[in-house]
T-cell receptor, first 113, second 116 residues
Framework: KAGVTQTPRYLIKTRGQQVTLSCSPI?????VSWYQQTPGQGLQFLFE???????NKGNFPGRFSGRQFSNSRSEMNVSTLELGDSALYLC????????????FGQGTRLTVV | AQSVTQLGSHVSVSEGALVLLRCNYS??????LFWYVQYPNQGLQLLLK??????LVKGINGFEAEFKKSETSFHLTKPSAHMSDAAEYFC??????????????FGKGTKLSVKP
């Protein structure tokens, strides 16, 4: 069974630009969650999509958005990039029920210059 | 709201020594608890999870964790450290009362170093 695939692995963007990250979950998983990981703040929850609907959202500004397609693949978009958006963005897929484990992709390393 | 506290941002042990990584949770209801490991520039890999079936949970790579409700703890242990165990370890909680089904709340992580 293929794991969670995130593309691209590395990105360098300029302040003010926008970026789109992609996540393909494990086959059969309907829940996709996104996390931001930085040395200072650790792992922070961005949002979760389940069957194409945003089911939960973390405390991030509206510049961070996402969507999920009918095949469960998900994209995350960050507009008007700031230097502080530099981070490892992790996607996790799961069956979506309480207590089920999440499987993580290798992440996308975003650097904003 | 649920939260997780990992005591010690860095832990160093000798190869062959006991590994003990501490995790305390805050939850008003019985939680689901997880330990994940992260190697440099990688995603997170699940080590083990607690879902109330048994208080002592065995995971991969020889790790285990014990759920102690009275202490609100879920410490991770391994009897004998190996060089390949050097990584960062995260405790996480999810479930009713705070984190919803798809939302994991993570501790700050503990970086484990293993000395030869």
């Amino acid at each position: 069974k293929a794991g969670v695939t995130q593309t691209p692995r590395y990105l360098i963007k300029t302040r003010g630009q926008q970026v789109t990250l992609s996540c393909s979950p494990i086959s059969g998983h309907r829940s996709v969650s996104w996390y931001q990981q930085t040395p200072g703040q650790g792992l922070q929850f961005l949002f979760e999509y389940f069957s194409e609907t945003q089911r939960n959202k973390g405390n991030f500004p509206g510049r961070f958005s996402g969507r999920q397609f009918s095949n469960s693949r998900s994209e995350m978009n960050v507009s008007t990039l700031e230097l502080g958006d530099s981070a490892l963005y992790l996607c996790a897929s799961s069956l979506g029920q309480v207590g089920t484990e999440a499987f993580f992709g290798q992440g996308t390393r975003l650097t904003v210059v | 709201a649920q939260s997780v506290t990992q005591l010690g941002s860095h832990v160093s042990v000798s190869e062959g020594a006991l590994v003990l990584l501490r995790c305390n949770y805050s939850s008003s209801v019985p939680p689901y608890l997880f330990w994940y490991v992260q190697y440099p520039n990688q995603g997170l890999q699940l080590l083990l999870k607690y879902t109330s079936a048994a208080t002592l949970v065995k995971g991969i790579n020889g790790f285990e964790a014990e759920f102690k409700k009275s202490e609100t703890s879920f410490h991770l242990t391994k009897p004998s450290a190996h060089m390949s165990d050097a990584a960062e370890y995260f405790c996480a909680v999810s479930g009713a009362g705070g984190g919803s089904q798809g939302n994991l709340i993570f501790g700050k992580g503990t970086k484990l170093s293993v000395k030869p």
